[in-house]
């Protein structure tokens, strides 16, 4: 008796993948290791910036990620966001890309890590990231 729409309201297969989802998601310690890989990407990234003397700081909310080239400790508002290096957010989206890494292009837009990302891709993350800092 509720009216229902949607692209893929009821979908076997989209209701499929929603359940293993919850599914995932329940595993206890699930969120607590989504942290620590999104922890371990920033602190790398922020060794790279810092080795090589690049204003950069980081802000965290569990998968969700941000960095922005500034020199604030912690990045909190919009306004401080808007005093961030554009230029060099651009240089470094730029120079990631040709490594073969892929972040959101806009120094507006958050990251995001996934329960998928291994501690593999995280290094070569932060490689990428090392290399294209020391030319910054």
């Not at 209701?15 to 206890?28: F, P, R």
């Not at 120094?107 to 020391?134: C, L, N, P, R």
């Given at each position: 008796p509720v009216y229902q729409a949607g692209t893929l309201s009821g979908n076997p297969i989209a209701m499929t993948a929603g359940?293993?989802?919850?599914?995932?998601?329940?595993?206890?310690?699930?969120?607590?290791?989504?942290?620590?890989?999104?922890?371990?990407l920033l602190t790398g990234l922020q060794a790279a910036a810092d080795k090589h003397g690049v204003a950069f700081s980081t802000s965290q909310?569990?998968?969700?990620f941000g960095f922005f080239f500034n020199d604030a400790k912690?990045?909190?508002t919009?306004?401080?966001?808007?005093?961030?290096?554009?230029?060099?957010?651009?240089?470094?989206?730029?120079?990631?890309?040709?490594?073969?890494?892929?972040l959101a292009p806009s120094a507006y837009e958050a990251g995001f890590i996934s329960s998928k990302h291994s501690d593999a891709d995280i290094q070569a993350t932060v490689d990428a990231a090392d290399d294209v800092m020391q030319g910054l």
């Amino acid at each position: 008796p509720v009216y229902q729409a949607g692209t893929l309201s009821g979908n076997p297969i989209a209701m499929t993948a929603g359940l293993k989802t919850l599914e995932l998601l329940s595993v206890d310690g699930f969120y607590e290791t989504l942290n620590a890989k999104a922890a371990k990407l920033l602190t790398g990234l922020q060794a790279a910036a810092d080795k090589h003397g690049v204003a950069f700081s980081t802000s965290q909310v569990g998968g969700m990620f941000g960095f922005f080239f500034n020199d604030a400790k912690k990045v909190e508002t919009f306004e401080q966001v808007t005093q961030s290096n554009m230029t060099r957010f651009n240089q470094f989206f730029h120079g990631m890309l040709e490594r073969g890494i892929y972040l959101a292009p806009s120094a507006y837009e958050a990251g995001f890590i996934s329960s998928k990302h291994s501690d593999a891709d995280i290094q070569a993350t932060v490689d990428a990231a090392d290399d294209v800092m020391q030319g910054l």
